[in-house]
């Protein structure tokens, strides 16, 4: 095994090139677009948050299930292990509404926030769909809410989106243990927080440890940092 990384960009070329691995162990799908303004699309047109989080995810899978089957197969416990990195926010919808994952007059009466969670909720049925489809030749699939994580709010800046992790924090926390003056004028983000390392632990943690080969099929939060 390898002790070395490396970082690359995916496109169509990357894709061709990683889908021919013979074997894969772990997956772990993180990568996320989270509140770009609602008139962002994929270069295929469907909402930037659905098409990058959830069609992205499923198609990257998909390439590379056979090296995850073969990993399986070869491993001591008959078991690979994939990671989809959903949030808590998928509580917040009800399902997919077919009607908003392309440019239409109705997704563009929701907030970008809805459109997010909604992708979170996708990412939650594709964890499941794998599972069911996939279980009985070893693969192991599970999706996670990974934490509330301090993030780059500055990026697509919103007075909604930079003020939700102190409403949460202070939920959860109690507005005693809130310091509402020192939070960064930068971030407008509760310096409580967790920084994105401990959201990376969940992930790993889901992927690596013994316990995981039975997360298949379900959805995972971590009590202290949800």
């Not at 509580?91 to 809805?114: M, Q």
């Not at 809410?145 to 919103?158: D, I, Q, V």
């Not at 407008?188 to 401990?198: I, K, M, T, V």
């Not at 298949?216 to 202290?224: C, D, E, I, M, Q």
């Amino acid at each position: 095994m390898s002790n070395t990384s490396t970082a690359c960009e995916l496109d169509s070329s990357t894709l061709r090139r990683v889908s021919k691995e013979s074997s894969l162990d772990i997956l772990i799908n993180n990568a996320a677009s989270q509140y770009p303004p609602v008139d962002e699309l994929t270069s295929e047109g469907y909402d930037l948050q659905f098409g990058t989080n959830v069609l992205g995810h499923f198609y990257f899978t998909q390439l590379l299930l056979p090296a995850l089957l073969s990993a399986a197969r070869d491993s001591p416990d008959g078991k690979a292990r994939v990671v989809h990195v959903a949030s808590v926010g998928h509580e917040f919808v009800s399902g997919i509404d077919f009607d908003t994952l392309t440019d239409t007059p109705k997704r563009r009466t929701l907030h970008s926030t809805t459109l997010y969670f909604q992708s979170k909720f996708g990412n939650v049925l594709v964890a499941n769909g794998f599972h069911r489809r996939y279980a009985d030749q070893g693969l192991v699939s599970c999706s996670l809410h990974p934490g509330n994580l301090k993030f780059n709010a500055e990026r697509h800046p919103s007075t909604i989106i930079r003020t939700m992790s102190i409403i949460v924090c202070t939920t959860q926390l109690g507005p005693s243990r809130v310091r509402c003056g020192v939070v960064s004028h930068r971030f407008c983000q509760n310096p409580l927080l967790p920084g994105p390392e401990l959201g990376a632990l969940t992930q790993l943690w889901a992927a690596t440890c013994p316990e995981g080969v039975n997360f298949g099929g379900k959805v995972g939060r971590l009590p202290n940092y949800c």
